[in-house]
């Protein structure tokens, strides 16, 4: 098939437009890389001779029959200039006849790195006759290189010079390639890359020298003139470069050590491999051994080991060293070491499904589609193989994994283009697999560039650089060990990511290591899981923007000691320095939260610190159960640092809250605490106590108790409410700082500002504490409660010392059955100065006692009507104010006792009769018509001495036929509207003192 460009590129060739050529060259080769003739052309315009030989593989890759190839080969290194292709309309020059150094067979293979160059050795184990021979070229690859990286410096270093075809003889142990100190075979097996061992020469025939290759960059060196241009000369004279042998001193010198890059210690140990060798190896079957005296020697030694390996049949890869460090050695040397090759089938092309037990031996391979180790297969890769990955493509294992590398010639594992993201990386699915990387490298991988999945394999002397995203991934149950060298190196993410999911392992654990931990996810902690995080690890969270927050739920165990879990873009020295490389400044919010769940009883936080976290709750939320909580700093929150709710029982040591956005508090969420358990809150904090913010109501239910200990602030939301039915035991001390506070959120007299806006009195109401059916075990004593009302609902507590502070209406409420216990109870900026007695009846005898003093008596207000029902008995002590709003009356259907005595009167009268004190904190005068008065039914009781009855609209109804008793004493009616209202007929007995009335009323009934 005709190609125009070509013929035009050879043209210019020929014409000595080499630059032109070889820009055309390139650009055929991109458009299609399986152009034999084009790469054959592009050799013959560069001047490096390892780029030629790269050409020249290239094309015995798509042809392994390509003669111009193989022949172009043999002059490179024989050190002859390249021949010109036959094919390609240019006569060739010939070249001296030379003894026929390299055979079809040797020529046509590549990557026979492990393989000895002259007759098969002698037979090692009894397995190596059934393994079945490499074939003698490479399969055709699926797709050609990039060119420029075929062309490139450092590109395919692992790969020999040549390619072979002889059939591969029998493997050998590995124990030279897996050496700790240069991991190159010794000089029993030179490399093919740089010594072709000559046939043997049949006795009393002349021997030809073996000429040792020398490395082309020194023939470069060696002259002025470019090695195309020498050759080109050469060519152009007819003449063949003569070849100088390489010295003892030269052969010898050291090769340059290993650079501390694992890129350069790849590319190093690829040039020890090919590095000239000083001596020619001896040959068991070569004739010219019988006249060696150091073969001699040998000979005896070589029989007693095949003796020996046929007696024994070793199969395992023994590493050097090994009795002496037997007890040290690594588990990654000891299991590649342990392997049994006879179990193994050997291969030089690799991708798709295996199919056997495999053994990879050379030195590079391109994959062009997923390569996948099935379940109950393996793979053993040999030390300095390269395996180069298309994209798209990945190394998937369900079986086992042996990537056993040595020091100077490590396992690779690249992409084909050289980028971030050339190819996936590899994915290990193999819980019960014991898959080894010892002394690899793996580049340009996606976004996980080793990915586990319930996976632990062992890894010892990796290096994962340049990958799309992250290095590592696991699932969070089984985190690899990164304590045996694993560097990562230019990652975006230089930490393992821990993906969200469910643990459920019952006793996972996460070790410290200098590789961060980076959450991607919500992680669930299972019921009967344990994740032990231990000191020292650190733990960051990466929320990308989509799904739930990343954070750690627990419902099973958590025991976390002196670790510290913060935002990815928390970069501070004390957490890992930089571990994305995009980081930017760390927000409050940046992740979710640490939960814990009811069924979460033993779980621990201890000597750990929290950052950055809260974004759609606390940094710390405990929604059940009693976790412990022991030198816990938690900062920079979103929200609050830590909430609880209500019936949780965590136990709090030594908090830290700082600069948190919500407030440095402790909020509880509303519920209800059931059974017979006891809560206790106690102080939070040092000299600044942490307050407690509740939302929404707590409900102390019937048989539970709340214990509220001495220094204990607790603020409510506007929702907020504490509601007894059981027990509360709010007990404080004497000193200010010991009272116990229950008020506002908003309020920044106690527990300093923790909303950071300053709110008006009157909007830092909340639901107030009410008390339903308690008895004296209730007690509240040394407290201060503000801007809201204690509620007593049919409640008899004990309320000692009790401030009730700036409430809108009364700081005590009740309704007509309480019968609270006080004691030094005071009022002070409320609504009203008093107790507010709530509309409802009164259905069992009840009694009203004076509060307080006659100086500072605690009146109370009728809010509404009061009933006391038939059979029921309301009992009024000496003394006792009641004041009633414009609504109040009483309703005595059953029995009333008010019976005072001259001095101490029992009083009803308006809420704005100021006369026995300023009730309602307002200066209105009171009149007729201030509230309805007291309505005595048909069938009640009523004793009534030394009352009085004042401002009321009709001060005494009758609704029956007889007059209250009214003893010795009297009952005076005065200020109101109409002092007295009968329904029959009867006389107004003279202990009525009817005064100062609107109405006049002289008799019964009444007009």
Known sequence: MENPALDTAIMNIRLGAYDEARRSLLQLVRQNPNDELAWLWLAQVLDDPRRQTDCLRQVLRINPNNQDAVIGLEALRAG????????????????????????PEITSGWGAVFEEPAAPAPKTSPFLDELTPLPTTSPLLEAAPPVEELLSPTAFTRAEKTPSAAPTPPLESIEDLLSPTTGARPSKM???????????????????????????????????????????????????????????????????????????????????????????????????????????????????????????GITSLPLPGALKTSQAERPTLRACRNLNLAEFTRVEALGGDLTADTVFTATQVVITRTLVIPEGYRLLIYPGATLVFSTGTSLEVYGDLYACGSE???????????????????????PTGTSILSYARIAYAGERALYLFDSAPILSNVTIANSALFA?????????????????????????????????SPNTVWPASNIVYVVTGPLWVDEEATLDIKPGAIVKFWFRGKGQPPGIWVRGLLKANGAHFTSIHDSRDEVGGVTYREAIDPQPGDWGSITFYESSQKSYLRDVTVHYGGRTGAAVLIRGGAPELTQVTIANSAGYPLSADANASPVFNTLTLTGNRAADAL?????????????????????????????????????????????????????????????????????????????????????????????????????????????????????????????????????????????????????????????????????????????????????????????????????????????????????????????????????????????????????????????????????????????????????????????????????????????????????????????????????????????????????
């Open 190 to 312: 030179p490399s093919p890359a740089t010594e072709i061992a000559p046939p043997v020469t049949p006795m009393g025939m002349k021997e030809t020298a073996l000429i040792p290759e020398e490395e082309p960059t020194a023939q470069i060196g060696a002259t002025s003139e470019s090695f195309l241009q020498r050759a080109r000369r050469l060519r152009s004279q007819g003449l063949s470069t003569p070849v100088t042998p390489a010295t003892s001193e030269a052969a010898a010198t050291p090769q340059p050590p290993l650079t501390s890059t694992p890129a350069e210690a790849t590319a190093e140990a690829a040039v020890e491999l090919r590095a000239p060798l000083a001596t020619r190896k001896f040959r068991l079957f070569d004739g010219r051994v019988f006249f060696s005296i150091l073969g001699l020697l040998e000979l005896p030694l070589l029989l007693a080991l095949a003796w020996v390996l046929w007696r024994g």
């Open 80 to 103: 002859w200039p390249l021949p010109e292709p036959r094919s390609g309309g240019i006569a060739t020059v010939e070249e001296p006849e030379e003894p026929e150094l390299f055979t």
């Open 408 to 430: 100077a010639a490590p396992v690779v594992f690249t992409a084909w283009d050289k980028q971030p993201g050339g190819w996936e990386g590899i994915r290990l699915y193999n």
């Open 667 to 1007: 909020e509880i969420y509303g519920a209800t605490l059931t059974g017979k358990g006891e809560w206790t809150w106690g102080k939070l904090g040092g000299d600044t106590p942490i307050v407690r913010v509740v939302r929404d109501t707590i409900t102390v239910g019937p048989q539970a108790k709340l214990t509220l200990q001495p220094g204990v602030v607790v603020k409510f939301t506007e929702t907020g409410k504490l509601v007894v039915q059981g027990i509360l035991s709010a007990i404080g001390g004497n000193a200010p700082e010991e009272k116990i506070v229950l008020t506002s959120v908003h309020d920044d007299e106690y527990g300093g500002d923790i909303d950071g806006v300053t709110t008006p009195q009157d909007l830092r109401t909340w639901g107030g504490v009410t008390l339903e059916g308690v008895d004296n075990t209730t007690d509240i004593q040394n407290a201060i409660v503000r801007y809201a009302p204690i509620t007593l609902v049919d409640a008899a507590p004990r309320l000692y010392t009790v401030q009730l502070y700036t409430t809108a209406g009364a700081g005590l409420r009740m309704t007509p059955t309480s019968s609270p216990n006080l004691r030094v109870v005071q009022f002070e900026g409320n609504g009203l100065k008093g107790i507010t007695v709530l509309t409802g009846t009164i259905e069992t005898d009840q009694t009203w006692a004076r509060l307080g003093g006659l100086a500072d008596q605690i009146v109370r207000v009728l809010e509404g009507e009061i009933t006391v029902k038939p059979g029921a008995v309301l009992s009024i002590d000496v003394g006792t104010v009641i004041k009633a709003a414009p609504a109040g009356k009483l309703t005595v259907l059953g029995h009333l006792r008010a019976v005072g005595r001259s001095d101490q009167l029992v009083v009803f009268t308006s809420l704005n009769d100021d006369l026995l004190g300023n009730t309602n904190n307002r200066m209105l005068n009171p009149g007729p018509n201030d509230w309805r008065g007291i309505d005595i039914g048909p069938e009640a009781n009523v004793l009534m001495e030394n009352v009085g009855i004042y401002y009321a609209q009709v001060g005494l109804t009758l609704r029956g036929k007889t007059m209250p008793n009214t003893g010795e004493g009297r009952i005076h009616i005065a200020h109101s509207h109409q002092p007295l209202a009968c329904t029959a007929k009867m006389q107004i007995p003279p202990a009525f003192l009817l005064e100062d009335n609107e109405v006049a009323v002289t008799r019964c009934p009444s007009p």
């Open 472 to 504: 590592l991934s696991f699932d969070g149950s089984i985190p690899p060990d990164l304590s045996q060298n694993v560097n990562l190196a230019d990652n975006p993410i230089n930490g393992i990511e821990v993906r969200g999911g469910t643990l459920r």
